[in-house]
């Protein structure tokens, strides 16, 4: 963990695999945070989903949090239904959903779109869901994750 964690660069941001909703999450600045961050997020994980495992991101400050709602049918045809911003939050809860997104470049935009298509293209998507991604102030984009609808 240490040796990624300084791969990836300070600050970073240690996550519970088996949750959400900000349990289980830690940002680490320093390196002297590490191992007491990680043994909390870990404490709090397994209490709260039954599951101890953590991963490690980069921690994007003050992102945009934006997700791409995608659809796709038995016959390979995958369409997004454009993208909403979910930057209000709290506790690492989201509390306002705007779409559009305001203050996001075309640019920015065309290039959420083409990765949640060409993600969900390559795993041959069969669902509806929501592909989520961070932007830092640079607008450069970051993948966080996929939630399908449950069936």
Do not use: W
């Amino acid at each position: 963990m240490k040796k990624e964690a300084l791969r990836i660069g300070f600050p970073i941001i240690l996550k519970a695999a088996a949750g959400g909703g900000g349990r289980g999450m830690r940002v680490v600045r320093e390196e002297s945070q590490l191992e007491r961050s990680f043994l909390e997020a870990r404490g709090e994980a397994g209490k709260a989903f039954g599951d101890d495992t953590i991963f490690i991101e980069k921690f994007i400050e003050e992102p945009k949090h934006i997700e791409v709602q995608l659809m796709g049918d038995n016959y390979g045809n995958i369409v997004h239904l454009y993208e909403r911003d979910c930057s209000v939050q709290r506790r690492f809860q989201k509390v306002v959903e705007i779409a559009p997104s305001p203050n996001l470049p075309i640019e920015t935009r065309e290039e959420v779109y083409k990765y949640a298509l060409a993600l969900a293209q390559e795993v041959k998507y069969n669902n509806v869901g929501t592909v989520e991604f961070l932007v830092d102030r640079q607008n450069k984009v970051y993948f966080i994750e996929v939630n399908p609808a449950s069936r």
